[in-house]
């Protein structure tokens, strides 16, 4: 658990030694720390909780890409709110540009849901569907 004497331990050893992880160094490496809690989900959260919100996101952002397929449709690329977003769909068209977005907002979710940023992803979840879907479907259904 201590070190020896004279033995030099960097945090990520001295935290995996802590948290009840394993360390593997290699000379020249920084040392790889596999402990519980760092690369997966938060003591005390289930992983279900982490899964299901990963799979609300992604129902979130289908449903934003369909409804500003309709918006951009009906209304004109004009419409779109990211500029990016909108120069994208005038460059390479509308269905090209929100499919992109979508699956980089999708990959981007995977990584925070890998790391166990499940409570961010939550958050972003209802920001987005607060921001994006709810606005959009109440421009397409008054």
Same mark, same amino acid.
């Given at each position: 658990?201590?070190?020896? *004497?004279? /033995?030099?331990?960097?945090? +990520?050893?001295?935290?995996?030694? &802590?948290?009840?992880?394993?360390?593997? %160094?290699?000379?020249?490496?920084?040392?790889?720390?596999v402990a519980a809690g760092l690369a997966g989900?938060?003591?005390? *959260?289930?992983?279900?909780?982490?899964?299901?919100?990963? &799979? =609300?996101?992604? +129902?979130? *952002? $289908? %449903?934003?890409? &369909? @409804?500003?397929?309709?918006?951009? *449709? #009906?209304? !004109?690329?004009?419409? /779109?709110?990211?500029? =990016?977003? !909108?120069?994208? +769909? $005038?460059?390479?068209?509308? !269905?090209? $540009?929100?499919?992109?977005?979508?699956?980089?907002? +999708?990959? @981007?979710? $995977?990584? #925070?849901?890998? &790391? !166990?940023?499940?409570?961010?992803? %939550? #958050?972003?979840?209802?920001?987005?569907?607060?921001?994006?879907?709810?606005?959009?479907?109440?421009?397409?259904?008054?």
């Amino acid at each position: 658990m201590f070190p020896r *004497q004279g /033995e030099k331990m960097s945090s +990520a050893t001295r935290l995996a030694r &802590v948290s009840g992880g394993t360390s593997v %160094a290699r000379p020249g490496w920084v040392p790889l720390t596999v402990a519980a809690g760092l690369a997966g989900t938060p003591p005390g *959260q289930s992983r279900l909780f982490g899964d299901v919100v990963w &799979v =609300l996101f992604v +129902a979130v *952002q $289908a %449903a934003d890409g &369909v @409804c500003t397929y309709v918006g951009l *449709q #009906l209304f !004109g690329i004009g419409m /779109e709110g990211n500029p =990016l977003i !909108g120069w994208h +769909a $005038a460059t390479f068209g509308i !269905g090209t $540009a929100l499919v992109s977005a979508k699956l980089l907002a +999708a990959t @981007c979710a $995977a990584f #925070l849901h890998s &790391v !166990g940023r499940h409570i961010t992803l %939550a #958050l972003l979840t209802i920001v987005h569907l607060v921001g994006a879907v709810w606005p959009w479907s109440r421009i397409l259904w008054p």
